[in-house]
């Protein structure tokens, strides 16, 4: 095995369908609950003996992945066995904390809670070496792309409705746009102004993850887009519905804007339900027409990318075979996994398979941020370079604000 020596892309690649594979052939672990609202349910369910035995399961599952990763890179599994059970248990506290229903409530994703259970011990207690040279989270990161793939069906975008998927596409492309000119004015760095710009534009903290896969981003620059996501869908949630009641806005149109500005799909939920039924059922549309476009956007990205970037020392624009080896190889990945569950599978193994697939994308993400948390010195994130990133998100969530609200009520507010 130790000839093969895969690169991580295309291990991650193998690794992603494997895994979606096995649980297609029903070949899957039963996951466990993460969801409790008061300590009786914390204690008697999450932390019952048959919940930690589903968990326990889970993990050995993963650990498999890794140790299979280690053999397709010619790697030693020592270092899996190693650091993995470290790793797997500080996002086990992260995804417990985050099934917490007040969390839930207002948007709190997961990986926020693994990110500062690992900025907490990187920066505090200081993570050993031994740890630290053996953590993998880009290949999390890229494990859990593939399988996200998944979950972004092309019927499914048809049946979202032809005005929401107009709208995605205008507001998604357009905000991009403005986004990366902003960054550029303001001298913030290509990489954080791409990672950002995909960030504020598309689905938040999942095109951000996507995007600094696609580009090999900095991983404290991704972490610092992922903090600026998560901390700015929080006002968002408890003014916008108050203010599109203010501005007298039907439910379609409300819903609609609530879809197409809040960047993450737990904030768009809860948002939509405190402005009633029929706004959380457009801004559901919005929102899932925005993920669907994610695929989109890291493919066009990824080409971009690898055509612009030059080497040290190159001279010109990379020729056909340049951009082929600089390609990021766990994008066709995403891409074959959205068209086989888009085409090849029937709807029922779709209706079987998304939910266990769902967690275990999350789950790949969540232990990416908990590695990247115990990679990451703080004082990294405190910059003047990162001071002018936040500027720079904050005006091109303002647009973003505003470009929906216009386009919200072209589509949705006039009479047709």
């Given at each position: 095995m130790k000839k093969l020596k895969l690169t991580e892309d295309r291990t991650a690649t193998v690794l992603g369908i494997v895994v979606i594979l096995l649980v297609i052939f029903q070949i899957k672990p039963h996951w466990p609950t993460f969801k409790w609202d008061n300590a009786d349910v914390l204690i008697n369910h999450v932390f019952s003996f048959d919940n930690l035995g589903h968990t326990l399961i889970v993990f050995f599952f993963s650990l498999l992945v890794m140790m299979l990763s280690d053999l397709l890179m010619g790697r030693s599994v020592v270092s899996s066995l190693r650091s993995f059970p470290v790793?797997?248990?500080?996002?086990?506290?992260?995804?417990?904390?985050?099934?917490?229903?007040?969390?839930?409530?207002?948007?709190?994703?997961?990986?926020?809670?693994?990110?500062?259970?690992?900025?907490?011990?990187?920066?505090?207690?200081?993570?050993?070496?031994?740890?630290?040279?053996?953590?993998?989270?880009?290949?999390?990161?890229?494990?859990?792309?593939?399988?996200?793939?998944?979950?972004?069906?092309?019927?499914?975008?048809?049946?979202?409705?032809?005005?929401?998927?107009?709208?995605?596409?205008?507001?998604?492309?357009?905000?991009?746009?403005?986004?990366?000119?902003?960054?550029?004015?303001?001298?913030?760095?290509?990489?954080?102004?791409?990672?950002?710009?995909?960030?504020?534009?598309?689905?938040?903290?999942?095109?951000?993850?996507?995007?600094?896969?696609?580009?090999?981003?900095?991983?404290?620059?991704?972490?610092?887009?992922?903090?600026?996501?998560?901390?700015?869908?929080?006002?968002?949630?408890?003014?916008?519905?108050?203010?599109?009641?203010?501005?007298?806005?039907?439910?379609?149109?409300?819903?609609?804007?609530?879809?197409?500005t809040i960047d993450t799909t737990g904030a768009v939920v809860a948002t939509g339900s405190i402005y009633g039924e029929e706004a959380l059922k457009y801004a559901s549309i919005v929102k899932f027409s925005q993920n669907v476009l994610l695929g989109i956007a890291a493919f066009i990205i990824s080409v971009y990318w690898t055509y612009t970037k030059k080497e040290v020392g190159e001279a010109e624009k990379p020729t056909a075979k340049v951009i082929w080896q600089r390609f990021p190889k766990f994008v066709l990945g995403f891409i074959g996994a959205s068209l086989l569950f888009s085409f090849a599978v029937s709807?029922?193994?779709?209706?079987?398979?998304?939910?266990?697939?769902?967690?275990?994308?999350?789950?790949?993400?969540?232990?990416?941020?908990?590695?990247?948390?115990?990679?990451?010195?703080?004082?990294?994130?405190?910059?003047?370079?990162?001071?002018?990133?936040?500027?720079?998100?904050?005006?091109?969530?303002?647009?973003?604000?505003?470009?929906?609200?216009?386009?919200?009520?072209?589509?949705?507010?006039i009479s047709w």
């Open positions: 790793v797997f248990i500080l996002t086990f506290i992260g995804m417990t904390i985050g099934g917490n229903q007040f969390m839930n409530a207002w948007g709190f994703e997961t990986v926020i809670f693994c990110l500062l259970i690992g900025l907490f011990i990187s920066n505090v207690f200081g993570t050993p070496i031994w740890l630290k040279n053996s953590l993998s989270s880009e290949l999390f990161v890229k494990i859990g792309l593939v399988i996200l793939g998944t979950t972004v069906l092309f019927g499914d975008l048809l049946k979202a409705g032809g005005l929401g998927l107009i709208q995605s596409v205008v507001v998604v492309f357009s905000v991009w746009y403005f986004s990366f000119w902003v960054c550029k004015k303001m001298k913030v760095d290509k990489e954080m102004s791409v990672m950002l710009s995909s960030a504020v534009s598309i689905c938040g903290v999942s095109a951000a993850v996507a995007t600094a896969g696609v580009i090999k981003g900095d991983k404290v620059k991704l972490s610092y887009v992922v903090s600026l996501v998560l901390i700015c869908a929080l006002p968002m949630i408890i003014f916008m519905p108050y203010l599109a009641k203010w501005l007298g806005l039907n439910a379609p149109m409300a819903g609609a804007w609530i879809g197409g709807d029922g193994v779709v209706v079987e398979a998304q939910p266990i697939l769902k967690k275990m994308q999350g789950l790949w993400f969540a232990l990416a941020f908990t590695s990247i948390g115990l990679e990451t010195n703080i004082r990294s994130l405190v910059s003047k370079q990162n001071g002018k990133a936040t500027t720079a998100f904050l005006i091109a969530q303002l647009f973003n604000i505003l470009i929906t609200l216009l386009v919200a009520w072209v589509l949705f507010g």
